[in-house]
């Protein structure tokens, strides 16, 4: 290979932990994420604090938005280099209006949300990250900015090995 460049990468079973390899790319989860996210049509993908979301919203200019919760539960399983991780997902789009009206504005838009929800957690599994949604919740008005969409709490088990 021509390319002189280095990346991180993991191995498992060896020490030291990482060692640095030229021209091999491992995707992380994250990468994963953004790929699935932008596949959907997702404008942005934030990965952000709880306290940051509301700051950070208010900077988008691009509709809908995927934001993924930063504090999330690792479990490491039987298995060398596979991972649980149990996330919160923000699937937000944007209402455009203050005080708009739940029938004619806000459901339209959380329907939506639900079915790029679907299709992203897809674009995941696609990609090689087992995903087990197990709760979705409309909101509206949570934050500053004016949008609304669904909750979702999902784990997903990935491999750090996985290249997809």
């Known amino acids: 290979m021509t390319d002189n460049k280095e990346y991180e990468y993991r191995v ?11 021209g091999v790319k ?3 989860l994250n990468d994963h994420i953004d790929k699935a996210a932008g596949a959907c049509g997702f404008g942005s993908y934030i990965y952000a604090r709880l306290k940051e ?6 900077t988008i200019t691009e509709y809908p938005v995927v934001v993924r919760q930063f ?4 479990t490491p399983t039987d298995l060398d280099g596979v991972y649980k991780r149990a996330s919160k997902f923000l699937f937000c789009g944007d209402l455009g209006e203050a005080e708009p009206d739940t029938a004619t ?14 299709e992203f957690f897809e674009a995941l599994r696609d990609r090689g990250v087992e995903v087990q949604v197990t709760k979705i919740t409309p909101f509206a ?6 949008v609304c969409g669904v909750e979702c709490e999902a784990t997903m088990t990935y491999s750090t090995c996985n290249n997809g």
């Not at 498992?12 to 030229?22: C, F, H, L, S």
């Open 12 to 22: 498992v079973g060896q020490t030291p932990p990482a060692r640095r390899i030229v």
């Open 26 to 28: 491992i995707n992380s």
């Open 53 to 58: 979301t509301n700051y950070i919203l208010g």
């Open 71 to 74: 504090f999330e539960t690792i």
């Open 105 to 118: 504005q806000v459901m339209p838009i959380v329907e939506e949300m639900i079915d790029r929800s679907a």
């Open 141 to 146: 008005a949570r934050f500053d900015q004016l």
